[in-house]
C-alpha cells in the first residue's frame, strides 16, 4: 500500500509558476503509475496529467498541455507537477494518485491510492 502526502501548492498571480511535489511511502512506488487531478470548488474532479511507472510516457489534458510538466524521481519515492503560465481557471485542490494496474491513465477510477491535496489559488 501507498501513503502520498502532497506539498508546494500556494496563492500566485497569473502567469506565475509552483512546482507541486507528492511524496510515497510504501515500496510499491517505482511500479506503480502516478497522476494529478483537482477539483475546483463547484466542479467536479478532473485528470491533469499522468506519468508511468517510468516516467518513459506522460499524459496531459489538453487544457494544461504545454503549461504543466509532469515527472518522477523514483530513487526519491516522489513524483512532481511543475505549473507555468498559470491561469485563474487553475485554481484547485490538487491531489496526487496512484495505480498499480491504470487500465486508463486519465480517469480516476484506475486509481486506488489518493493523497489529501493542496491547495493552488490564482489571481487575476
Known amino acids: 500500500q501507498v501513503v502520498l502526502v502532497e506539498s508546494g501548492g500556494g496563492s500566485v498571480q497569473a502567469g506565475g509558476s509552483l512546482r507541486l511535489s507528492c511524496v510515497a511511502s510504501g515500496r510499491t512506488f517505482s511500479s506503480s503509475a502516478m497522476a494529478w487531478f483537482r477539483r475546483a470548488p463547484g466542479k467536479e474532479r478532473e485528470f491533469v496529467a499522468a506519468?508511468?511507472?517510468?516516467?518513459?510516457?506522460?499524459y496531459y489534458a489538453d487544457a494544461v498541455k504545454g503549461r504543466f510538466t509532469i515527472s518522477r524521481d523514483n530513487a526519491k519515492n516522489t513524483v512532481y507537477l511543475q505549473m507555468n503560465s498559470l491561469k485563474p481557471e487553475d485554481t484547485a485542490v490538487y491531489c496526487c494518485?496512484?495505480?498499480?494496474?491504470?487500465?486508463?491513465?486519465?480517469?480516476?477510477?484506475?486509481?486506488?491510492?489518493w493523497g489529501q491535496g493542496t491547495q493552488v489559488t490564482v489571481s487575476s
Open positions: 494518485a496512484a495505480s498499480t494496474f491504470p487500465f486508463r491513465y486519465d480517469s480516476s477510477r484506475s486509481y486506488d491510492t
Open positions: 506519468i508511468n511507472w517510468s516516467g518513459g510516457n506522460t
